[in-house]
């Protein structure tokens, strides 16, 4: 009991240290109210870009901060609805019934919270790694043209009509007679307040400032009688003055929204791994990707059950509280409690907050947000990376994000894997004058009689390489007395059924023939394959010369082998 008693406390200590110490207070309070001001007007704006009640937005920010404050391995990442996160919302349809949208939201939050949270409990942090860049940079590209197109209406006071955001930013581009130039005015003045601000020591809290001027501009407009009103955030949604009341989710919306939460998981958690890997803890070491994954599963959770939207971790909110002087984890609980506050002190203000100027915040956002200089560098990689890219990024301006992503990172693998295949090649190494030393060659077209021929694939050979490499071996004749065919194996640890059997076919038309196949070099991995498939009994238990940890001994072994048998 004393024992289990000591290992709890040095748990807890360790947990306890994510929040400082009293050295640190000072700088984590400046830190936090720095990202929760800030992280006021930015809530809203992610709930306004995904469709929904802004409210949700703030909801979502204030509990994605807080749960990832107590749960993530990295001490500094901030948990909030990042802007592509928003966009995947948009594109729910489900999302946008005033009457069910909470419902829908707390049911996404929910199946997210659990998909992250099942990847962080199997430790498959390393996952992220698998998507192509080619794909995100297209789907981050893209987002950030959605986020631009899809505040237009917003921003220009004019209800567009299309399909898709790419038509209904053209339907709008047609009316411009029909704009409401005092909502254009809004707009532009508050991306021009925040790119003044920004500049001076106010540069953190540009934003705030921004949307509380261009909602004053709003309001002195209203008095003018030759302008037309613009909307404020309360004719669009009530903004109570107290914290998110409980709301449950609703399995039975499980089939309909699983696609849109697998692919919010997805970014979320790419997001966040650009965190894990690039932001050290204050211990110097770089946060477990798969506790992070944990971590925003567990503020997924409490989003989906106050009325949040889905979050992950955000890099301009991380980067902010770090650059506000966070030294810990206490940052983001205090962030999280400047928000609470500004909700129950200022909802009746924040009611005031004017569309246009949020729809010119979040403008600037998605401009900042492109990467032409990354797209340009993946066009010219090479034609697969081409092709990934940009369908990826059509994908994501014309049809539901959930789809665009997902397709882009099963094209990437459908083309890498016939990329691969067609990789393989095979040479021939001979030795010549006694060299130690061997010269490459093309294999010859067909075997003669006699022949030592020592063969070396090179490339991945994996299932669907397998009928590349077939082809390049030579042809067997009819009879090929004592001709040995030595393949070298080294460095494949895994060999596949498929190409098993092409092992197996080739070494029994060659044994047919009067000749042998010896495999020379291989791993112990893919002996145990040979011998568990029983493909060991067709090529000859003698025939195979398992790797040592001398390099070229197994071959030397397979040649000798070779040379004493053509003797015989």
């Known amino acids: 009991m ?7 406390r040095e748990h807890l200590s360790k947990y306890l240290k994510r929040f400082g110490n009293r050295s640190t207070v000072k700088h984590d309070l400046k830190a936090g109210l720095v990202l ?36 993530t391995g990295s001490v500094f990442m901030s948990v909030q609805v990042t802007g592509a996160m928003a966009v995947v919302v948009s594109d729910v349809p489900e999302a946008h019934n005033p009457e069910n949208s ?26 992220v790694r698998f998507i192509p860049t080619a794909v995100l940079i297209g789907f981050i590209n893209a987002v950030a043209l959605n986020i631009v197109l899809g505040q237009l209406d917003n921003f220009t006071g004019y209800e567009s009509q299309g399909e898709n955001r790419l038509s209904r930013a053209l339907d709008t581009v047609l009316h411009l007679g029909s704009f409401n130039w005092s909502a254009c005015l809004i707009g532009t003045a508050t991306i021009l307040l925040v790119l003044v601000f920004e500049r001076t020591s106010l540069g953190a809290l540009s934003m705030v400032i921004a949307i509380i001027g261009g909602s004053a501009l709003a309001a002195l407009l209203s008095w003018l009688p030759f302008t037309a009103p613009t909307l404020q955030l309360s004719a669009v949604a009530s903004v109570p003055n107290s914290l998110p009341a409980p709301h449950l989710p609703d399995l039975s919306l499980v089939p309909t929204l699983i696609l849109p939460a697998l692919s ?30 944990r971590g925003q599963g567990a503020a997924n959770l409490a989003a989906s059950f106050f009325q949040g939207m889905p979050v992950g971790g955000s890099m301009s909110a991380t980067s902010l509280v770090r650059a506000a002087g966070a030294k810990s984890a206490l940052a983001n609980l205090v962030a999280a409690a400047v928000i609470a506050t500004t909700i129950l002190t200022l909802a009746g203000l924040i009611g005031l907050v004017a569309m246009p100027a949020l729809a010119g915040l979040l403008i600037l956002v998605g401009f900042r947000t492109l990467k032409i200089h990354d797209m340009l560098m993946v066009w010219r990689t090479g034609a697969i990376q081409s092709v990934v890219i ?60 006699n022949d030592l021929v020592i063969l070396v694939p090179y490339g991945s050979l994996f299932f669907a390489a397998a009928p590349m490499f077939q082809n390049q071996l030579p042809r067997i004749p009819q009879r090929c007395e004592r001709t040995a065919v030595i393949i070298r194996l080294r460095g494949k640890e895994d060999l596949g059924s498929t190409f098993i059997r092409a092992l197996e076919s080739y070494a029994q038309e060659l044994s047919a023939a009067g000749g042998i196949l010896i495999l020379a070099g291989i791993s112990h991995r893919a002996n145990e394959q040979l011998l568990a498939t029983r493909a060991i ?32």
């Open 2 to 8: 004393k024992a289990e008693s000591l290992i709890n």
């Open 390 to 449: 940009a369908v990826t990024f059509v994908l994501t301006l014309v049809i539901p994000l959930q789809y665009s992503v997902l397709t882009g990172v099963g094209l990437a693998i459908i083309l890498h894997t016939v990329r691969q295949s067609n990789r393989i090649v095979i040479k021939r190494w001979v030795f010549k004058d006694g060299s130690s030393l061997p010269d490459e060659e093309r294999p010859p077209a067909q075997l003669a009689p």
């Open 36 to 71: 929760g001001v800030h992280s006021v007007p930015d809530g809203l704006a992610a709930g306004l870009l995904a469709g929904v009640n802004p409210v949700h937005g703030l909801y979502g920010y204030l509990l994605g901060t807080a749960g990832g404050a107590l749960a």
């Open 537 to 568: 009994s067709s090529i000859g238990p003698e025939h195979v010369f398992v790797a040592t940890d001398r390099v070229g001994e197994a071959l030397s072994t397979s040649i000798k082998f070779a040379q004493k048998w053509q003797s015989t």
């Open 102 to 127: 909470a419902t829908v939201l707390a049911t996404l939050a929910l199946l997210t919270g659990l998909v992250m949270l099942g990847l962080g409990l199997a430790k498959l942090g390393s996952m």
């Open 264 to 293: 919010l998981a997805l970014v979320g958690l790419v997001q966040g791994a650009g965190i894990s890997g690039s932001i050290v803890n204050p211990n110097g070491r770089y946060p477990d990707a798969s506790a992070d994954f």
